[in-house]
């Protein structure tokens, strides 16, 4: 078993930066791939971003240019640097992790964190 625990989300105002955090224990061997999800308000969840322990990183189109993910192997801990936030990147976010890069890319990830709520004020 593999537990993630997001932390940094918050309300701030557009224009504005954050950084996520996901630490990971337990099982971490078993893991290749880590990123991000976020659902918003009344929406169906959707992919942010995805680093595999190699570094390949992989981000919707939405957020490329404003978002970077990153990842500290040895912290067992995945970021996300989120810059120039807008009212539609207000969202929970949730953390995902697993042993092959497709099932985090097609939202059928193993683990998943419990989340973060972002709010972004216009």
């Known amino acids: 078993q593999v537990q993630l625990v997001e932390s940094g989300g918050g309300l701030v105002q557009a224009g504005a930066s954050l950084r996520l955090s996901c630490a990971a224990s337990?099982?971490?061997?078993?893991?290749?791939?880590m990123g991000w999800y976020r659902q918003p308000p009344g929406q169906q969840r959707e992919l942010v971003a995805i680093?595999?322990?190699?570094?390949?990183?992989k981000y919707a189109d939405s957020v490329k240019g404003r978002f970077t993910i990153s990842r500290d192997n040895a912290k067992n801990t995945v970021y996300l640097q989120m810059n120039s936030l807008k009212p539609d990147d207000t969202a929970n976010y949730y953390c995902?992790?697993?042993?092959?890069?497709?099932?985090?890319?097609?939202?059928?990830?193993?683990?998943w964190g419990q989340g973060t709520q972002v709010t972004v004020s216009s």
């Open positions: 680093i595999t322990s190699g570094g390949r990183t």
């Open positions: 337990g099982s971490i061997f078993s893991i290749n791939a």
């Open positions: 995902a992790a697993d042993r092959y890069t497709d099932a985090l890319r097609l939202g059928r990830s193993q683990y």
